[in-house]
C-alpha cells in the first residue's frame, strides 16, 4: 500500500522559512510525478510546484520564494518556503502521480494527509 507521509509545517513569522518534507513508502520501484499542492478552508486545492523527470513547475505566486526538489532514490521531495507570506497560509499536501510498485504501474493520484503551513505575526 502506497503512503505519502510530510513533516515540517508550522508557524512562522512574515518573512520567515520552512521547509516541507515529504516520503513515499509501500516497495516503490518509481515514481512519475512528485510536487505539493496547498488547500485553505473553502478553497479548491491547488498546485504549488512539481518535479517531474528535470523539469519543475511553480504557481506563480511562489516563483522566486520557493523551491521543490526531489530525491527519487528515497522517493522524497522537498519543498524550501522562504520569503513566506500571510497568504501562503494553507494546509499543504503532498501529491505523488504515476507509481510502479510491485509489478505494476498505478497512473492515478495518491496525496499525503496534509501538513498546516501558518505565516503570521
Known amino acids: 500500500q502506497v503512503q505519502l507521509v510530510e513533516s515540517g509545517g508550522g508557524s512562522v513569522q512574515p518573512g520567515g522559512s520552512l521547509r516541507l518534507s515529504c516520503v513515499a513508502s509501500?516497495?516503490?520501484?518509481?515514481?512519475?510525478?512528485m510536487g505539493w499542492y496547498r488547500q485553505g478552508l473553502g478553497k479548491q486545492r491547488e498546485l504549488v510546484a512539481r518535479a517531474s523527470g528535470g523539469s519543475t513547475d511553480y504557481a506563480d505566486s511562489v516563483k522566486g520564494r520557493f523551491t521543490i526538489s526531489r530525491d527519487s532514490a528515497a522517493k522524497m521531495v522537498y519543498l524550501q518556503m522562504d520569503s513566506l507570506k500571510p497568504g501562503d497560509t494553507d494546509v499543504y499536501y503532498c501529491h505523488a502521480q504515476g507509481i510502479f510498485t510491485r509489478g505494476v504501474y498505478y497512473g492515478g493520484n495518491f496525496w499525503g494527509q496534509g501538513t498546516q503551513v501558518t505565516v503570521s505575526s
Open positions: 509501500g516497495s516503490i520501484t518509481s515514481i512519475n510525478t
